[in-house]
C-alpha cells in the first residue's frame, strides 16, 4: 500500500480499477478490509473524511429531520475510524431468539440464525480484543465471587454479561493496511452513485466528488456500501439515474424500517441486603482476558407474555441524597432532610444523613430497549442538497405511547417479581398515561435496519449474503443490513456480519 490517499488530489476525470471497492472506513468497512487481506485482491476503501475530524466538515452531515426531535450530527463522524472514534467499547452478542420471527414484534426475523454467526462473533472478538467468547452469568459470579442480584431462575427476569473495549478500528488498523500492498485507502471522498452496466444487472461504475471541486470514477467487481445506517440508504436512492426509484427498492424498502435503541433513566430499587460497591452490576471485572459487566433483561417468557419489545437495564449506584431527591419530587420527604437537602444537595448531604461516606443503599435503573421495526420509520431523500449538490437524508421517525406502555409494563412486573422474591422494594416512576411518552429520552446513535436482510426482495434489500437482491455485485455492510436489533449494542454484530460478508467476497472473487 502506498499509504492514505487524498481524493481531492486525484487528477479530475481519473478511473480507479479495484476488485472491491468499499464505500466506507467505520466498524463495518474497515472489518470487510481486514477480512480481505493477504488474498491477492486490489482493494480500495473510500473514506468520506480524512484522518481526523474537521469543523468544515460538519456541513456534509447535515440530515433533516421529521417527527420526533433527533440530533444526529453527533451521531456521525465523518473521518477515517467513523463513530468507533468515540464510541463506549459496549458489546453484546445477539440471543438466539433475536433471529426469529416473533409473533409480538411485527416484520421480525433475520435469514439464519444466531448458529450461523456464532463462528464470526467470535472472530470479532480477537479483532476488537474483547476475551473469551463467554457470557456465562453463572460464571462471572463464581469467578469474581460478586452474588447474582437474585432474580435468576425465576422465569421473569435474569442477568446478562457485557464486555468492554472501546476498540478503535481505524487505529488498529493502520499499520495492517498499509503492509498489505493490494490495499488503498482514499480519504476525502464522497460517492455520488453508482451506475449499472449496459444489461442493468450489475454496478459498472461509483461516481465520486470531493470538496475541491474535483471528480473521479471507479470501476470494480464489487461494491461494497459500508457508510452507516442513514447514508447507504441515501446512497441507494440517489443512485437513480437507471432505476427512478433507486437501486435495490423495487418493493419500496429502501430506507424504511429505521430503528434505534432508547435510553431512559427510571426506576428505583433498594435490596433488601446489604450492597458491594465493587458489585458485578456496579463494576468492571476482568474475566477471560476482557472486562465484563452484568445488566439485568428480561427473559423470552416474559416478553412474549407481555408483549415486550427487547429489555435490559443496567445499574447505577443509588445513594441517601438519591432517595431524598426523588421522595422530593413524590413529595413525600422528611422536612428536617429538606433542610439539609437544600443547604447542600450533594455527598455532603449524604454524609450528613450517614455519617462519613454516604453507603450505598440502591440502584437506579438505566434502560435500554429496542424500536420494533415499523415501515413509517424511514429514511427518504430531501429536496435540500448538500454542498456537493446531492440530496440530503430526512429521518422521520415518531416515539408513540406504546413503547412508554412496554417500558412502564416491564417496570410494574419487575418490581413484583423484586417484592415476591423478597429482594426489596422498587419504585416504578413512570405515569400511566403521560402528555409524551418516554419525554426524557436519549438516543442510542445506532442507525439500523434501513436496508434490512431478508430472503425475498419482497421482504427486504439485501439477502442473506448482504447483497442487494437486484444487483449482482452490490452488498451492504453495518447494522443498515439487521432486521431486527434486540436490547444489544450493534457494534459486535456490525463487525461478525461485514466478517460473513468478506468470507462471501472470498468465494466469489477468487
Not at 490495499?183 to 460517492?191: N, P, R
Not at 439515474?241 to 433507486?246: M, V
Request: glycine share 12%; hydrophobic share 40%; aromatic share 8%.
Amino acid at each position: 500500500m502506498r499509504g492514505f490517499l487524498d481524493s481531492r488530489r486525484v487528477p479530475e476525470g481519473t478511473e480507479i480499477s479495484a476488485d472491491v471497492a468499499i464505500i466506507g472506513a467505520g466498524a463495518a468497512g474497515l472489518t470487510v478490509a481486514q477480512g480481505l487481506l493477504g488474498l491477492g485482491l486490489k482493494v480500495a476503501v473510500f473514506e468520506a473524511g480524512g484522518l481526523n475530524p474537521r469543523k468544515e466538515d460538519n456541513a456534509l452531515l447535515d440530515v433533516d429531520v421529521q417527527g420526533d426531535e433527533y440530533h444526529v450530527v453527533g451521531t456521525r463522524l465523518r473521518y477515517y475510524g467513523g463513530t468507533t472514534n468515540h464510541w463506549g467499547g459496549q458489546c453484546f452478542p445477539l440471543e438466539a431468539k433475536d433471529f426469529e420471527r416473533l409473533p409480538w414484534i411485527p416484520h421480525s426475523g433475520w435469514p439464519y440464525g444466531l448458529d450461523t454467526l456464532i463462528p464470526y462473533y467470535r472472530r470479532a472478538h480477537e479483532i476488537m480484543g474483547l476475551g473469551e467468547f463467554d457470557y456465562d452469568a453463572q460464571a462471572a459470579s463464581a469467578t469474581t465471587g460478586k452474588p447474582l442480584f437474585g432474580l435468576d431462575g425465576g422465569g421473569a427476569f435474569r442477568t446478562v454479561i457485557g464486555r468492554y473495549n472501546p476498540h478503535r478500528f481505524g487505529l488498529a488498523l493502520d499499520d495492517v493496511l498499509t503492509q498489505d500492498g493490494d490495499t488503498d485507502v482514499y480519504l476525502f471522498a464522497d460517492l455520488s452513485e453508482l451506475v449499472l452496466d449496459e444489461g442493468g444487472n450489475a454496478v459498472s461504475t461509483g461516481r465520486f466528488l470531493t470538496t475541491a471541486s474535483t471528480s473521479f470514477t471507479v470501476r470494480a467487481r464489487y461494491f461494497v456500501l459500508a457508510a452507516g445506517g442513514i447514508e447507504n440508504a441515501r446512497l441507494l436512492l440517489t443512485s437513480n439515474r437507471q432505476r427512478p426509484a433507486g437501486l435495490g427498492n423495487g418493493s419500496d424498502l429502501v430506507g424504511r424500517f429505521f430503528q434505534e435503541h432508547i435510553w431512559y433513566e427510571s426506576g428505583q430499587v433498594v435490596p433488601s441486603r446489604s450492597l458491594d460497591r465493587e458489585g458485578l452490576y456496579l463494576e468492571h471485572h476482568v474475566i477471560g482476558g476482557g472486562r465484563i459487566r452484568a445488566s439485568i433483561a428480561a427473559t423470552r417468557e416474559l416478553e412474549e407474555a407481555h408483549g415486550l419489545p427487547g429489555f435490559r437495564a443496567d445499574l447505577r449506584g443509588m445513594f441517601p441524597y438519591s432517595l431524598a431527591a426523588a421522595d422530593l419530587r413524590a413529595g413525600t420527604i422528611r422536612a428536617e432532610d429538606m433542610a439539609l437537602l437544600v443547604a447542600d444537595p450533594g455527598t455532603a448531604f449524604a454524609a450528613a444523613l450517614c455519617g462519613g461516606e454516604p453507603p450505598l443503599v440502591g440502584f437506579t435503573l438505566a434502560n435500554y430497549f429496542q424500536m420494533p421495526p415499523d415501515p413509517d420509520h424511514r429514511v427518504r431523500l430531501s429536496e435540500r442538497r448538500d454542498i456537493l449538490g446531492r440530496p440530503l437524508p430526512v429521518v422521520d421517525f415518531r416515539i408513540g405511547s406504546d413503547l412508554h406502555d412496554s417500558l412502564r409494563r416491564a417496570h410494574v412486573l419487575l418490581a413484583t417479581e423484586i417484592a415476591k422474591l423478597g429482594l426489596g422494594r422498587m419504585r416504578v416512576e413512570l405515569p400511566e398515561a403521560p402528555e409524551t411518552p418516554l419525554e426524557e429520552r436519549y438516543y442510542g446513535a445506532h442507525h439500523i435496519g434501513t436496508t434490512r436482510m431478508a430472503a425475498s426482495p419482497r421482504e427486504g434489500v439485501v439477502d442473506a449474503d448482504a447483497r442487494v437482491h437486484e444487483v449482482a455485485n452490490l452488498y451492504v455492510a453495518g447494522s443498515a443490513i439487521f432486521p431486527t436489533c434486540g436490547w444489544q449494542n450493534p457494534t459486535l454484530t456490525i463487525a461478525a456480519t461485514s466478517l460473513k460478508l468478506a468470507e462471501h467476497l472470498k468465494s466469489v472473487a477468487t
